[in-house]
Structure formats: C-alpha cells, structure tokens
T-cell receptor, first 115, second 113 residues
Framework: SQKIEQNSEALNIQEGKTATLTCNYTNYSPAYLQWYRQDPGRGPVFLLLIRENEKEKRKERLKVTFDTTLKQSLFHITASQPADSATYLCALDPFQDTNAGKSTFGDGTTLTVKP | GAVVSQHPSWVICKSGTSVKIECRSLDFQATTMFWYRQFPKQSLMLMATSNEGSKATYEQGVEKDKFLINHASLTLSTLTVTSAHPEDSSFYIC?????????FGPGTRLLVL
C-alpha cells in the first residue's frame, strides 16, 4: 500500500541553524510533491511545489529537493527563526487522471525553533 | 492570493443533532473542493471530493449518508454531519485547487457532546 513517512514527529533546533525535514514514500509514483505549513488549529498553507522531473526548488529561505530514485524529498529552512515553528506536511499528487487533485499527506513534522 | 473561508470556525453540539459547515472560495471560482478531517497529531484524511453541480465522490470508508456534501455554486460547498456522535468530533478542513496547488480553509473544530 502507499505510504508516506516524515522523518520524525518533532524536530527542535536553535535559532539561526538550518532545519532539514524528510519525506519518504513507498509504492507511489507522484507527479509532484508539495510542502505545506500548518499552525495549531489552522488549515495548511502552501509553501512549495516540486515536480518529479525537478531536482531542487528554492523560495527565499526555503529549499526543497526531490529524489525519485530514493523516493525522498528534503525540505530545508535556512537561518531558522522562532516564527518558523509549526508543523510541516508533505503531500504527494498522483499522475493518474482518475485521482487528479487527490493529494496524500504525510503525518507532519513539528518544528520548534528555540531563541 | 486565493482565499478559502470556512464557517463556523468551531461548533459544539449535542449528540444526535446535525451540523452544517460552509466552505467558500472568496476570490476565485472552484468547480472542485475537497473535505478533510484531521485528528490530533494525525495527518489530513481526505473524506470526499465535492463537485459543483454533481454528486460528491466519497473516499472508501466514509459514509455518504452521514456526511452530506452539497456544492451548489462555484464558490460554496457545504458539509453536513448528520446525527452527530462524539466520535465525529474532529477538525474539518476544506480546500480548493487552482491548477496544482490546494488552498485550505482555516478549519472547523467540531465537538459533539
């Protein structure tokens, strides 16, 4: 069965350091992968999308890599700040038209950036 | 940017009553919206795909008679939890897509006593 695993439930780092979150998947061939941020009691907010034929994407302090051979995506936040503390979700979207639009979400990793 | 709203943001109801949650796309039209539920410290679980002008498509294991979905216009989808029970207490979130990206509503916290 399809499975998405995010490296750990919680990640604690010091302000200024780079946070690296991992998303691994099995039994899945995604057309693209997305990362979202979710704050407590709120809906997720879109951050970045990377396609299966792309290796890396950047947006300000955020960087995403996508390795379809390893079936893994890494999400980096450089120069982290306490305001980056949140839960980060990865989501995969399939190629198949019949399942178009049906993202599958990982359980999320809760990042805490300490001042 | 694309904004999706939900109403109410939280609701407490008695067991056996029905609760309606609204999802609106404020600055764009959405032919398709999605309804998710999320339990504490768990992932988003897709419940159903709401299609404007046609029947919703439910995921396996989701009771269509219990979770009624109506997508009457290009900017509004509603989820009605019928005869709610305590086990229906959860965080319900809707989303709408623009091309590949999903824009989520702020969520509705439902507590059934």
């Amino acid at each position: 069965s399809q499975k998405i695993e995010q490296n750990s439930e919680a990640l604690n780092i010091q302000e200024g350091k780079t946070a690296t979150l991992t998303c691994n998947y099995t039994n899945y061939s995604p057309a693209y992968l997305q990362w979202y941020r979710q704050d407590p009691g709120r809906g997720p907010v879109f951050l970045l999308l990377i396609r299966e034929n792309e290796k890396e994407k950047r947006k300000e302090r955020l960087k995403v890599t996508f390795d379809t051979t390893l079936k893994q995506s890494l999400f980096h936040i450089t120069a982290s700040q306490p305001a980056d503390s949140a839960t980060y979700l990865c989501a995969l979207d399939p190629f198949q038209d019949t399942n178009a639009g049906k993202s599958t979400f990982g359980d999320g990793t809760t990042l805490t950036v300490k001042p | 940017g694309a904004v999706v709203s939900q109403h109410p943001s939280w609701v407490i109801c008695k067991s056996g009553t029905s609760v309606k949650i609204e999802c609106r796309s404020l600055d764009f039209q959405a032919t398709t919206m999605f309804w998710y539920r999320q339990f504490p410290k768990q992932s988003l679980m897709l419940m159903a795909t709401s299609n404007e002008g046609s029947k919703a498509t439910y995921e396996q294991g989701v009771e269509k008679d219990k979770f009624l979905i109506n997508h009457a216009s290009l900017t509004l989808s509603t989820l009605t939890v019928t005869s709610a029970h305590p086990e229906d207490s959860s965080f319900y979130i809707c989303s709408a897509r623009i091309v590949e990206t999903q824009y989520f509503g702020p969520g509705t916290r439902l507590l059934v006593l």
